[in-house]
């Protein structure tokens, strides 16, 4: 059995949810964007309201496409794979200069970036990194309930957000449990 702390949780809260209603009636839309987070083409972080237990809840959702979940995940296994074989490993840290330019990796981070590209390129090539359509919630946070969405499309947009918030809410939502592979952006062989 789910036990809530009662009034800790402000996505529970009937004011905030009736604040955070008028504020999607103002938009026209069923989500407010967290604005706090950067949002891009392939990630965004939204609120809207649905139906938890019975009650109204305030759902914190993030949701992303399946090629940047997928990008996400060989970034890591380079990332892993490099701090094993570098004795000195160090995250590449980009700086820029004051015209806005990237400066120069030094020798280190010039063999480390070489070798996690190496190492992405073989996985992708051996498709050893598979992601699929998926919805995971937790109701362990401090704010509503958290939702962690891949959706296999290429942007996602307000009509993809509108569709989704449709269907979860009225329990029709049907993920497609095909397993897929992506080609890195940029990386594709010639």
Aim: no cysteine; net charge negative.
């Amino acid at each position: 059995m789910l036990i809530m702390k009662t009034g800790k949780n402000k996505g529970f809260d009937p004011k905030v949810i009736e604040e955070y209603k008028a504020k999607m009636k103002a938009l026209d839309q069923s989500f407010l964007v967290d604005e706090s987070d950067d949002s891009s083409d392939e990630y965004v972080h939204f609120y809207f309201i649905g139906a938890h237990e019975g009650k109204e809840a305030i759902f914190d959702a993030v949701m992303y496409t399946l090629r940047l979940q997928h990008e996400s995940e060989l970034f890591e296994i380079a990332e892993h794979r490099a701090a094993i074989h570098f004795p000195n490993y160090k995250k590449i840290t980009y700086e820029e200069d004051e015209n806005g330019n990237l400066e120069p990796l030094d020798d280190q981070e010039e063999e480390i970036g070489l070798f996690m590209a190496e190492v992405i390129m073989e996985l992708e090539e051996d498709e050893h990194v598979k992601v699929k359509e998926h919805v995971d919630q937790d109701v362990h946070v401090d704010f509503g309930i958290a939702l962690d969405i891949g959706l296999h499309v290429e942007k996602i947009t307000p009509r993809v957000i509108e569709q989704f918030i449709r269907d979860f809410n009225t329990d029709d939502l049907n993920l497609d449990p095909t397993l897929y592979s992506f080609q890195t952006k940029g990386m594709e062989a010639d």
